[in-house]
């Protein structure tokens, strides 16, 4: 049953992959197509859906910026994803600080990106898609550091809500 449960594993995750910054919607959404596109996004990662109301509150709270003319475009919904992904495991005023660190050193869509690939590349391992953690980037900062042991830890709480969500019920 275990080797059954470990390759079911492995196909939830197989498929999973964040659109790039260039491939985000920039034609600007609404503020419920905008929740609509991130719960599609991340719906293989169990989560519960993001609502209006909280991009409403991430907004007011200076993680994304204002929408332009109620509508949010690449920039917001990529900082919208990292929230939504980050806040599990992450308290939301650091995951502010870690944006503020990221701005003065990437632009929003090479931190986007590289936040994808890296959160890919540990979920595929921690799914046994492969073998090994890739490393991902070319610097050695304590900012990456940061960053890969919240996605590290993230891909262990979908790992484990994963399993409880495929083991077969107990009555014991």
């Known amino acids: 049953m275990e080797k059954n449960i470990k ?3 492995a196909h939830v995750m197989q498929d999973f992959a964040l659109p790039r910054y260039d491939q985000l919607p920039d034609v600007g959404l609404y503020l419920e197509q905008t929740a609509k596109y991130i719960n599609q996004c991340l719906q ?6 993001t609502t209006g109301s909280m991009i409403r509150n991430y907004v007011k709270m200076g ?3 204002n929408p332009v003319q109620k509508q949010y475009f690449a920039e917001h919904i990529a900082h919208l994803i990292a929230i939504t992904v980050l806040k599990h495991v992450v308290p ?3 995951v502010h600080k870690m944006f503020d660190i990221q ?3 990437y632009t929003d869509a ?4 590289y936040f994808c690939m890296e959160l890919e590349n540990v979920l595929y391992f921690r799914f046994g898609l492969k073998e090994d953690l890739e490393e991902i980037g070319v610097t050695e900062t304590m900012e990456k550091e940061i960053l890969r042991s919240a996605i590290i830890a993230v891909s262990h709480m979908v790992y484990v809500n994963t399993c409880f969500h495929l083991l077969p019920e107990n009555d014991g």
């Open 7 to 9: 390759t079911v594993l």
């Open 44 to 49: 293989p990662l169990g989560f519960a859906e």
């Open 63 to 65: 993680l994304a910026s």
């Open 92 to 94: 939301l005023e650091h």
């Open 103 to 105: 701005k003065k050193v």
């Open 110 to 113: 090479t931190a986007y990106d």
